[in-house]
């Protein structure tokens, strides 16, 4: 059975940093690609980096510079990391992990979690 589950998150001053995991189940073969997504309060939800097989990363023009998307994986599980420093106010949002399977062709997302950073 595919988990995501994510972690991480918080309260922040304008300016701090915060880091975000995400595991997932399977391999380094078996997923495609991981990433984040957010969506703030009246907004759509935008892709914000991601992480190839081949490690291949993209991010959203807002935050490069400033977030650095990372992964590692140990038997059955993928992690991924998003260190995000330098936050500002327009970072505030709920993120969502996803995971992207070979077998698969839909993405399989995590629970959610709340950044608010305060001005």
């Known amino acids: 059975q595919v988990q995501v589950v994510e972690s991480g998150g918080g309260l922040v001053q304008t300016g701090g940093s915060l880091r975000l995991s995400c595991a997932a189940s399977?391999?380094?073969?078996?997923?495609?690609?991981m990433g984040w997504y957010r969506q703030a309060p009246g907004k759509q939800r935008e892709l914000v980096a991601s992480?190839?097989?081949?490690?291949?990363?993209?991010?959203v023009p807002s935050v490069k510079g400033r977030f650095t998307i990372s992964r590692d994986s140990a038997k059955n599980t993928v992690t991924v990391y998003l260190q995000m420093n330098s936050l500002k106010p327009e970072d505030t949002a709920v993120y969502y992990c996803?995971?992207?399977?070979?077998?698969?062709?839909?993405?399989?997302w995590g629970q959610g979690t709340q950044v608010t950073v305060s001005s």
């Open positions: 399977g391999t380094m073969f078996s997923i495609n690609a």
């Open positions: 992480i190839a097989r081949d490690a291949r990363t993209n991010y």
């Open positions: 996803y995971a992207d399977y070979r077998e698969s062709v839909n993405k399989y």
